[in-house]
Structures are given as structure tokens and as C-alpha cells.
């Protein structure tokens, strides 16, 4: 019964959510956030990867701001050194990207927890030397100036309000994709793996398989967010995907919930406007307030904020309809 | 490369290499005890070097006495860090463990970094260094030149090295963690409580991270991320001794080193110093490599 109300629920909040962000860019509607709600939607996508990551293998990601950073600086470099068109450049970092992350996670997947995390942790650091140090390539610590816009054919995406729907028709696209793979044969393989391992091995499922396939999709996906990330600020630079980005990131899918596709959204729209609005007037505070968020949820809520908030509401709403069925 | 570039490359990464080893001893004490990785281990390094500079430089504090306190508080926040986060998460999982220590790391960054921020803008820098234990002139051996401050390090892991194994050899608590590390179940079944254990492993590991914060900083400098970097590397020095031995996790901390001053000491052509930090994360990649097979049967056993 839960479970199908979960999935009813799943779909019927494609609908409200579609409406919602079709009128979110304009003034009348909620404002001046376009510039907001563009971040959000690139930083969704990169959360989403992690959510799935965390709530189907158990491992969590520590350089997820890596896989974002080579996507920006592989769109950079591409478009601005070699005149490569940008959805070529896009998609040529994506791949590139997803190579790379099959290569760490079938060298690490073969292990639990903890080794995956300290490897992304060293490789998140370490992506971020090469950033400063391959000065022909990515010119050091001044970053790439003059990366062009995204446009289809004369339509250019050059306001605001254009940037906008091409992210988020990007980052709906990445939820319908995951959720896709969710259900799928993958999906049910990864839900067995993390109900039992050994009994998901015992009937043929290969767990270290599955769990690299997440791991580099995860990657694609932030690659992929990074590209468009490139494509929105036509500048990267070192600094913006270092350890605390990764954090972050994984501060987003703790509050969006572990293995929730649309709790991601929730997660990350959370932490945009906690870091920039809250945290901007308080001045500094945001590794103390990430830090209490990320021990307080693991320990009061460990599948995560959204997904424990959803459970307990469904929980509550089931036993309200039990009871009206027995008067 | 010369005699003299061998020596002092030798020398500093001894020095470099110790304080991989104190980091990499608590993570492997913690982990034999609790079977927790716990990410928060540099920043007690980081907390032991900060806190030294700041009691003798901020608030006056003869020297000896802060270096003391410096330890003696990194030590509190380590036995804080498992009775306020990790024994509430009782049944937590792997991932649930990781986020939380990784919390208290950027919590504990976050902490020093807003507690002192006005301190670090008078000073001019957030990169702080506490004065040296003894003189700054340089000792020479064999065209080499040796800062005291080098020769403190070492003697302090050597003396550390060598109070730890009798410390878990000869006394009480020693044994009984050895024990608990053996075996959970078994021990607390002959009356060692695993909680009391957890919690002495924590604030050990912590109390072991500020040492080594305290006879380092005056060498590197310190600042609000160092810790970062050194726990990387302490990690590796403990993925090298497998979580288990202590003997190779000091040997892979040194190791490491003196691997990274040969890196940035020598002269590699287009590859500069700028790499040396990544070092590390090549040494892991190559231990969990050799030791995988090994690390995964370990795992399955536990």
C-alpha cells in the first residue's frame, strides 16, 4: 500500500511541478529569481546523481564537484581553444567524464564505503591541482574568460529568462531519466543489491556492476550541469569546484533524501537559498550551519530530510484512511 | 641528483612523513576499535596547531603550557565528536557514519574559522605560525641543511610511536582496547564496555592528531584547511598499514614523505611542485590496488 501511494505520489508530482516551473521565471510570479532558479536547476542535477549514488550503493561521493568542474572546464576549453561547437563540446565532456568516473569506480567498487569517499575526496582535490597547474589549457588560477553562448540554430540563449528553460529542460530531462532507470530492470537489480547484497549476488545480479553504472551516470549528469554551468557564467575558474563545493553538493542530497529523485529538487533549493540569501546577511556561518545539518539529519533522519518528512506525512495519511475504512 | 638534495629530500620527508604517521595511527586506531573511518582526523591536527598559535600568541599563554593545552582541547572536541554525534547514530550506516564525521570536519573548520576570523584579519593572514621549541638557526649533516624544528618532530613520533605500543602492550586499557579491536562481542562479554572504548579510541586519535599539529605547525604554518591535506595522507599512511598494523601505517606515513620531498625537492622537468600534493592520492590509488583483494576479504569477515 505504501509503496504504491509512493509511486502515484512520484507521478502525480510531475504535473504541479511542470506548472510550477514553466511560471517560476516570471516577475509577476514570484519575483526576481531567474538568475536563482537557474543555479538551482544546474545544481539539481548534479544532487540527483548523488542521491542515487547514496541510496542505492551505499557510498557516497566526495569530488562530486570534480565531475561537475571537468564538464565546465572540458566546455571551456573545447569551445574557446579549439572552436568546437558547444553541444558537441557538451556532450564530448560528458563522455569524457563518464570514462574517467568508470575507471575510478571500477578500481574502487570492489570495496565498501569508506574507500570510494576518500577517493573522491583525493580526487576532488586533485582535479582541482590540475585545473591550476595545466596553465596552456586552462590558464592557472585566472580561469577561462569568453566562453560562448548556447544556441540552436539563430535562437540564442542569451537572457536570463532563455538560459532558464534550457537548464531546466536539461534538468527535468535528468530526473525523468533517473527515475526511469530506477524502475527499470537496473533500478529493481540496485533495489534488491541494497536490500540484501548476498541474496542479490545468489540469484546472478553483479553488484560491483550496477553500482559503477550509478556512479558514472552520476558523473555524466555533473559533467553534463557543469557544461551548462560553463555555458551560464562564461567564466571557470579553480575555485569553484573544490572540497567545499563536494560538500555542499552532498549536503543538498542529504536534505533532498537518499535514493529520492525529487527530493533533490527540494534539497537543493533548500541549500540556494539558505547560501544565498540567509547565509549572505549573516556573513560566514555556512560550513558551521552545513556541518550541524549534515550530523543532525544523518542522525535524526538517516534516509534523509525529504524522504523521512514524506514517509511520516504518507504513514500518517495511511492510518487516517485505515481508520475512516473501519467506521 | 646530489648527496646533499638525497639527505635533505631523506630528512624533511622524515620530518613530513611523522606527522602522516600520528594522523594515520588514529585512523587506525579508531577503525580497529569501532570499525568507523573517521573523517574528521586532520582537523585535530589542524585544532592542535591553531590552538597553540592562538593561546601563545592571542591570549598570552607561555609557551609549554599552550602546547599542552592545545592537545588537551583538540582531545575534549575528539571525545565530544563520538559522545554528541556517533554514539546518537547508533545503527548507522557506512554512509551515514562518513556524512557525519564529515560534518563535524567542516563544523569544526567552520568553528575556528568564525571564532578567530577578526584575529586572522589583524594578523594580516588566516596562515598562522607558532614559534619554534627551540632556536631557528639550521643544523648541517652532510650539506644539508636541518631546522631544530625538524629534529622535534621526529623525536616526538619516535617517543609517541614507542608509548603507544606500550601503552597498548602493558596496560589495562591498552589490552582491553587490543581486545575490543579483536573482537567486539567477545570483549564486551568479559566486561569491557565498547562505549568507554569507542571513546577512548576517538579522543586518543584526536589527542595523536594534535601532537602532530603542535610540533608541525611551527615548521609548515597552519590555516583554517590544512587539515585536508593531512588527513588525505594520513589516510593513505593508515591504507598502507591496512587499518590494522600500526608498525606499517608509521612506515607508509613516513614513506610518504619522503616520496612527496623527493617530488617537490627534485627537479622533474614539466612536471613542477605544484603536483606534489597529489602524491598522495597516487599512493592510494596503488595501495587499494595491491591490497585490494586483501581489504575485501577483510571486509567480508568483519
Not at chain 1, 543555479?39 to 565531475?67: E, P, R, W
Not at chain 1, 484512511?321 to 467506521?327: E, I
Request: hydrophobic share 55%; glycine share 12%; net charge positive.
Amino acid at each position: 500500500m505504501l509503496a504504491r501511494l509512493k509511486a502515484r505520489g512520484a507521478y502525480l508530482a510531475i504535473a504541479p511541478l511542470l506548472v510550477l516551473v514553466v511560471l517560476a521565471p516570471f516577475d509577476w510570479f514570484l519575483g526576481d529569481y531567474t538568475t536563482l532558479l537557474i543555479f538551482m536547476g544546474i545544481h539539481t542535477m548534479v544532487t540527483v546523481g548523488l542521491c542515487l549514488l547514496m541510496g542505492y550503493t551505499g557510498q557516497v561521493s566526495l569530488g562530486q564537484a570534480a565531475f561537475y568542474g571537468l564538464g565546465a572546464y572540458g566546455s571551456a576549453i573545447l569551445t574557446t581553444k579549439y572552436d568546437v561547437n558547444p553541444w558537441l563540446a557538451m556532450v564530448s565532456a560528458a563522455a569524457i567524464t563518464g570514462a574517467f568516473a568508470y575507471i575510478v569506480g571500477y578500481l574502487i567498487f570492489r570495496l565498501k564505503g569508506n574507500y570510494l569517499a576518500m577517493a573522491t575526496l583525493g580526487l576532488g582535490l586533485v582535479i582541482v591541482i590540475l585545473f591550476e597547474q595545466l596553465d596552456g589549457l586552462t590558464n592557472g588560477v585566472r580561469g577561462i574568460t569568453g566562453i560562448p553562448r548556447l544556441s540552436i540554430g539563430d535562437f540564442v540563449f542569451d537572457t536570463a529568462f532563455r538560459r532558464y528553460f534550457l537548464v531546466w529542460f536539461f534538468c527535468l530531462a535528468t530526473l525523468l531519466l533517473a527515475q526511469n532507470m530506477v524502475r527499470s530492470r537496473t533500478g529493481r537489480a540496485l533495489r534488491a543489491i541494497h536490500g540484501s547484497e548476498a541474496a542479490a549476488e545468489s540469484i546472478g545480479v553483479n553488484s560491483a556492476q550496477f553500482k559503477v553504472k550509478i556512479f558514472v551516470l552520476g558523473a555524466v549528469f555533473a559533467s553534463l550541469a557543469g557544461s551548462l554551468y560553463a555555458h551560464n557564467v562564461f567564466y571557470v575558474s579553480p575555485g569553484r569546484f573544490g572540497f567545499l563545493f563536494s560538500v555542499m553538493l552532498v549536503v543538498m542530497a542529504v536534505i533532498g533524501g537518499l535514493a529520492s529523485i525529487w527530493g533533490a529538487i527540494f534539497g537543493t533549493a533548500v541549500v540556494r537559498l539558505l547560501s544565498d540569501k540567509l547565509l549572505i546577511e549573516l556573513g560566514g556561518w555556512d560550513m558551521i550551519i552545513y556541518g550541524l545539518i549534515l550530523i543532525a539529519v544523518m542522525i535524526f533522519v538517516p534516509q534523509g530530510l525529504f524522504v523521512g518528512l514524506r514517509d511520516t506525512y504518507e504513514r500518517w495519511r495511511l492510518r487516517r484512511t485505515r481508520r475512516g475504512a473501519v467506521t | 641528483m646530489s648527496l646533499d638534495l638525497i639527505v635533505q629530500s631523506v630528512i624533511s620527508g622524515l620530518s613530513q612523513g611523522s606527522v602522516y604517521a600520528l594522523v594515520g595511527l588514529g585512523f587506525t586506531i579508531v577503525f580497529t576499535v569501532t570499525g568507523i573511518i573517521n573523517f574528521a582526523q586532520g582537523e585535530f591536527v589542524m585544532l592542535g596547531g591553531m590552538l597553540s598559535w592562538v593561546f601563545f600568541r592571542l591570549y598570552g599563554v607561555p609557551q609549554v603550557p599552550a602546547l599542552i593545552l592545545a592537545v588537551m582541547v583538540a582531545t575534549v572536541v575528539g571525545a565530544l565528536l563520538y559522545l554528541l554525534a556517533i554514539r546518537s547514530a547508533r545503527k548507522a550506516s557506512v554512509v551515514s557514519l562518513i556524512i557525519i564525521t564529515i560534518g563535524a570536519s567542516i563544523l569544526i573548520r567552520g568553528i575556528v574559522s568564525e571564532i578567530w576570523r577578526e584575529d586572522f584579519v589583524r594578523n594580516g593572514t588566516d596562515v598562522v605560525r607558532p614559534p619554534y621549541f627551540t632556536g631557528e638557526n639550521p643544523l648541517h649533516f652532510l650539506g644539508a641543511s636541518i631546522e631544530p624544528q625538524r629534529l622535534w618532530i621526529v623525536g616526538t613520533t619516535i617517543f609517541v610511536a614507542i608509548a603507544l605500543h606500550l601503552f597498548f602492550s602493558y596496560t589495562m586499557v591498552g589490552k582491553a582496547l587490543r581486545a575490543s579491536s579483536v573482537n567486539r562481542v567477545g570483549a564486551s562479554l568479559s566486561g569491557i564496555n565498547p562505549r568507554t572504548m569507542a571513546l577512548i579510541a576517538f579522543a586518543m586519535a584526536a589527542a595523536l592528531g594534535a601532537i602532530g599539529g603542535i610540533v608541525v605547525a611551527p615548521q609548515n604554518t597552519t590555516y583554517v584547511e590544512a587539515g585536508l591535506m593531512l588527513g588525505l595522507n594520513g589516510f593513505v599512511a593508515a591504507a598502507i598499514g591496512g587499518f590494522r598494523s600500526q608498525l606499517l601505517t608509521v612506515a607508509g606515513g613516513i614513506g610518504l614523505g619522503i616520496l612527496e620531498q623527493f617530488a617537490i625537492r627534485v627537479d622533474w622537468g614539466p612536471l613542477s611542485s605544484g603536483y606534489a600534493d597529489a602524491i598522495g592520492l597516487v599512493v592510494l590509488v596503488l595501495v587499494l590496488l595491491v591490497r585490494s583483494g586483501k581489504l575485501a576479504a577483510q571486509e567480508r569477515a568483519s
